[in-house]
């Protein structure tokens, strides 16, 4: 069974960056993409980007571009998820997925960054 | 950006009734591979989404059989035949046939 573990929740301070790590057990890892999906508190969800390992290509959302780094290391079969710059608006649930042919099929358990002074 | 737009915000739904959330989307979602990649997440309360349905209409392994998805083009809908109580939550759909991925702004299934 594929199993998505993400690393612990993160306090940071506006202005700083955060990195998020997303460790990928069972299954295939580099015939996949990994995106990462956001979750601000009590809102829905969106998309910011995301790694196809076999390629080392990664794709980011226009809103995010310049702002985050996706990443993934074969050999620890990790993915990485990096925003600078934070604000308080950042503050929400990161979640890593993995990804295929137009779809999500397994979740992470979800990674809270908050943004606060 | 394919914008997805779902509708009731909220269904309240007395349980064994059945409930139906609408999906529609800016563009037609049918790929050039001939494939619709129209998804379905189920959020329960404290919880990672979990995908019900992919490419319009097929049910994960481990999902009920009164999940439903129909639809083509740019509608399309989830249909849950006898709400149970486990069913609390926001349902999503994503789009994944055209770039960026992107998602419904989901319906809260509550029961009254």
């Known amino acids: 069974q594929v199993q998505l573990v993400q690393s612990g929740a993160e306090v940071k301070k506006p202005g700083s960056s955060v990195k998020v790590s997303c460790k990928a057990s069972?299954?295939?890892?580099?015939?996949?993409?990994f995106s990462w999906v956001r979750q601000a508190p009590g809102q829905g969800l969106e998309w910011m980007g995301g790694?196809?390992?076999?390629?080392?290509?990664?794709k980011y959302a226009q809103k995010f571009e310049g702002r985050v780094t996706i990443t993934a290391d074969e050999s620890t079969r990790t993915a990485y998820m990096e925003l600078s710059s934070l604000r308080s608006e950042d503050t929400a649930i990161y979640y890593c997925?993995?990804?295929?042919?137009?779809?999500?099929?397994?979740w992470g358990q979800g990674t809270l960054v908050t943004v606060s002074s | 950006d394919v914008v997805m737009t779902q509708s009731p915000l909220s269904l309240p739904v007395t349980l064994g009734q059945p409930a139906s959330i609408s999906c529609r989307s800016s563009q037609s979602l049918v790929h050039s591979d001939g494939n619709t990649y129209l998804n379905w997440f189920q959020q329960r309360p404290g919880q990672s989404p979990r995908r019900l349905i992919y490419?319009?209409?097929n049910r994960d392994s481990g999902v009920p059989d009164r999940f439903s998805g129909s639809g083509s083009g740019t509608d399309f809908t989830l249909k849950i035949s006898r709400v149970e109580a486990e069913d609390v939550g926001v349902y999503y759909c994503?789009?994944?046939?055209?770039?960026?991925?992107?998602f419904g702004g989901g319906t809260k299934v509550e029961i009254k």
């Open positions: 790694v196809i390992p076999i390629f080392d290509t990664a």
């Open positions: 994503m789009q994944g046939t055209h770039w960026p991925l992107t």
């Open positions: 490419k319009v209409s």
């Open positions: 997925a993995r990804d295929r042919l137009g779809t999500i099929d397994f």
């Open positions: 069972g299954g295939t890892f580099s015939s996949y993409g």
